[in-house]
């Protein structure tokens, strides 16, 4: 039996989800071993922590997004941004990966011609 590309798109969401979930555990893991680390011999890096803390951010901010695209999924399309291909869910106006606009500017103008 053969998949839908939509329900194939969706197994691969999911299957990157599920990548996401293992790497954000594995970056809190390690973000509180340095922390305690530092910590045990009171040298505290705020430059590390900081470059740790926003790669785990960054994990996080791409594994919500495709929570909500898998969600979303039923009510309309999602898509990729054109500038950086992150996934995006419907509706989104601004990439949250690099903030680039997805949606057409038209000018006001043209409104009605």
Do not use: K
Request: hydrophobic letters at 40%; glycine letters at 10%; charged letters at 25%.
């Amino acid at each position: 039996m053969t998949q839908t590309p939509q329900a194939t798109a969706a197994a691969g969401l999911a299957e990157r989800r599920d990548e996401l979930t293992v790497r954000l555990a594995e970056l809190q893991w390690d973000l509180g071993g340095l922390v305690y680390e530092m910590a045990t011999r009171n040298h505290i890096r705020i430059d590390v922590l900081v470059r740790r803390a926003a790669a785990l951010q960054e994990v996080d901010g791409e594994r919500g997004e495709v929570e909500r695209i898998l969600r979303m999924e039923e009510t309309g399309a999602a898509g990729e941004c054109g500038s950086c291909n992150a996934p995006h869910s419907s509706g989104a106006a601004y990439c949250w990966q690099c903030g680039q606009p997805l949606l057409e500017h038209v000018p006001s103008y043209a409104i009605g011609t």
